[in-house]
């Protein structure tokens, strides 16, 4: 059973701010939520995590409601270089740990067209 | 701070051959992952490591694909025999926080 479900693609042109939804209707009491930003022939890169309400950091913000069976990533005034596949991830901490679970789903293939 | 390593970037054998993958993690990072991406696909975790111990296995294809993580640090994935379905990119990765670190991938190629 997929743990989340993502828009397959999405377009958006330079400059505008691209929302990408995820639902994860079973998320656990211990999962967090995290997103990664993989472009071709390169490994996924971190771009945020969060566990509920909203996250913001230098590159993107997130949005979790209170029942946080959905997030949003939240991209400001996307440029040609934000073409990638955008990946959300539900999971828990490792015990003893201050690493996660990564378990990957399908992700999102923005296209940012000039 | 260097990142990830992995080697080789590129390898092509023949169908029943064995491969083995290297990574070397960032330096004090306890987890280590490894995946398999085929092309077009989500990376899928095959592997993960907390120290030298095992975490979750349980998607490592255990009759041809085997791993291991001597003293913590390094880590050997290998494939005996290669199908053409093992065709992929092979990404480690590390963390010790939130945030994990991927390495280039080696690109496999079963001919």
């Known amino acids: 059973l997929a743990k989340t479900t993502q828009p397959i693609s999405m377009d958006s042109y330079e400059g505008q701010e691209v929302n990408i939804t995820c639902s994860h209707n079973n998320i656990a009491t211990n999962d967090y939520i995290t997103w990664y930003q993989q472009f071709p022939s390169q490994g996924p890169r971190f771009i945020i995590q969060g566990y509920k309400t909203k996250v913001t950091n230098e590159v993107a913000s997130l949005f979790i409601p209170a029942d946080r069976k959905s997030s949003t990533l939240s991209l400001p005034r996307v440029s040609l270089s934000d073409t990638a596949v955008y990946y959300c991830?539900?999971?828990?901490?490792?015990?003893?740990?201050?690493?996660?679970?990564?378990?990957f789903g399908k992700g999102t293939k923005l296209s940012v067209i000039p | 701070e260097a990142g990830v390593a992995q080697s080789p970037r590129y390898k092509i054998i023949e169908k029943r051959q064995s491969v083995a993958f290297w990574c070397n993690p960032i330096s004090g990072h306890a987890t280590l992952y490894w995946y398999q991406q085929i092309l077009g696909q989500g990376p899928k975790l095959l592997i993960q490591f907390q120290n030298n111990g095992v975490v979750d296995d349980s998607q490592l294809p255990k009759d041809r694909f085997s791993a291991e993580r001597l003293k913590g640090v390094d880590s050997t994935l290998k494939i005996q025999p290669a199908k053409l379905e093992d065709s992929a990119v092979y990404l480690c990765?590390?963390?010790?926080?939130?945030?994990?670190?991927f390495g280039q991938g080696t690109r496999l190629t079963v001919v």
């Open positions: 991830l539900v999971g828990d901490r490792l015990r003893g740990a201050g690493s996660y679970q990564l378990t």
């Open positions: 990765a590390s963390s010790s926080t939130a945030e994990a670190f």
